[in-house]
C-alpha cells in the first residue's frame, strides 16, 4: 500500500499595515485540505476539488506542482512520483494567501511524506518558487506565516531570512472578502517604484512600532502603527466600501484594520472574539449595501502553520 | 539665595544601522554637564566653558537658549530668568548628538529647577525646537534617547510618538571620533529625497529585525540587521578609513558597526566592555596610519538619559 498523508496549510495575511512585502501571519480553519499520496509514476499529478475550478492541474503551471518539483531538483528525486489532491475552504484571489497555501501545504506534506529532510527555511524557498509560477515575483510573505505560523518578517531574500516573534499578544482577527477581482499582479504594478524618503521614514517608524507593540503586547502601540503609506493608499482605490470598514474598525475600538495582501480581502484585529465576530457583522453590511457579494471569517492567529 | 540644579546630558548614537531618523541611544559618561541657577533679569543668559568655544552664548542662537523659551513660551513664563553654564567633555560635530545633549540638558533641568510639570514627551519637543536652532530640521532621533535614556524610536512626528524600548540586551559600544568636519545640514543634501520600493523595503526587514533582535536579546539577529541602505552608503564616503572600521568589527566579531548620526564618528556594539575596549584600540589604529587626530570612547548603553 503507498503511503499517504493529509495535510492542512492555512490562508495568510501578508503586508499587516506597514509591512509590505514583509509582515505576515496565519489563520485558524481557513486554508487548502492537500491529500499527498505516493505513487510509483515517477511524475507530479494533481487533482482539485472544492473551489480549485479556476487552477490548473497541469503540474508545470500549478504553484504547488512547481513548488514540489523545485524540492524534488534539489533533493535530486527526479523519479518521484506523488500525486496532490487540493481542496480549498475559501476562493482564490481573495487576497488571503490561497497560493501560498496550496504551494507551502504541498512542499511541507511531500517532505513529510518522503522523509526528505528539508528544514522550514529550505521549505519556504520551495514554496516561494511555486507562489512564483502564479504570475507574481516570488515573495515570502505569505508562505513563511503558512509554514512557520504565528506572525512572521521577512528581514531579508539575500540571503533568505525569516523570523518568526517568538510571543506576540492576543489577536481575534475578522475578516472580509468581497467577491472583487483583485490580480496581484496588476496590483503590483499600480504601487509607485520610488517612494520619497520622508514617507519612507514614516514606513519604518510604523514597522518598528508595531513589532515592539507585538512583542511587548501593547495593544495602543500595534493601534497607532497601523498605517501603511506606501500600498494602502494606491489598494485600496481598488475596494469598493474600503473607507466605510476602516471608520466601522475604528468606531468599534478595534485595534486596527487594512487591507489583507493585495486585497480585496480586509482584516481588522480585536482583542477578543465576541469583539472580531461583531465587527465581521459590521464589515458585512457594508458590501449588503454596495450589493457586492462577500464572505466572512473569523480567526485567532494561527500558531503552527501547515499542520497533518 | 537663588535655586540652583546641575544635570548631565548624555551624548547619544543616532540612526544606529537601519532606523535611518528613527533609532537612537544614550551613552555614558560622554555628554554636556549644564549647571543651571535661577535669576532675577528676566532673561535666559548662557556662558560656555570646556569645548563650547565655537558655540554661540547668544540665546536666540544657542540650541539650549532656543529649547528653554520654547518651554517658557508654552509654561507661559515669560519673565522668568535662567542661566545656563554648558560645559561638554566632548567636541562638538562629532555625531554623537552634542547639540541635543545641550537642548535636552537645559529642558530638563530648567523643567525640574522651575518644578515646571512637563512630561518627558514635552521636553522632547522642546528639546526637537533648540536642536533645529542648529540649522537642522528638527528631529528626534538624539533628543529622545538623551532625555529617555536606553534605545529609543521615533515612531512618528505628528503627532510626535516615541517609544523606548523597555528592555534590551547588554550591549557595550566602541566609539572613534575621526577629527573630520561633517556639518549635518550638508550630509543631509546628499541622502537621496527618493529611494526605490526595493530599497526601502530591505531596509524595513532590518527595521523590524534590529528591533526583533533587541527584544528578543538576540545577538545574532542584531548582527544580521545592522545594514543600512540609505543613509551609510552615501555618509561613509566622507569618512576616510569607514571601510576599515567595518572589516575590523567583522573580524573582531562585534556584533556590528555604523555609523553615528550623520558621522564622523562610528560606534561598534560588543558583548563585553573588553571587546568593546579592544575594539576602539583597532579602530585607532586606523587613524593613526591615516594620520588623523581622533578620540576613542568605550560606553555602556545609558538606561536613565539626562540625570541630576
Known sequence: MSKQITVFAPATVANVGPGFDIFGFALEGIGD???????????ISITGGKHCESIPVDPKLNVAGVAVQAMFDEAGKTGAGVHLHIEKNIIPGSGLGSSASSASGAVAGVNMLLDLGFSSQELIRFAMIGEGAGGSTPHADN???CLLGGFTIV???DPLDVIRLPEIPELHVAIVHPQLEVKTSVSKKMLKREIDMKTATLQWGNIAGMVTGLLTKDYELISRSMEDHVAVPVRSMMIPGYDSIIQIAQDSNAIGASISGSGPSIFGFCKTGTEAKMLTG????????????????VSKINPKGVSV
Open 33 to 43: 485540505t492537500i491529500s499527498i499520496s505516493e505513487t510509483d509514476t515517477g511524475e
Open 143 to 145: 508562505v513563511a506565516p
Open 282 to 297: 459590521r464589515f458585512g453590511e457594508v458590501f449588503e449595501e454596495l450589493d457586492i457579494e462577500y464572505n466572512l471569517y
Open 155 to 157: 528581514r531579508s531574500y
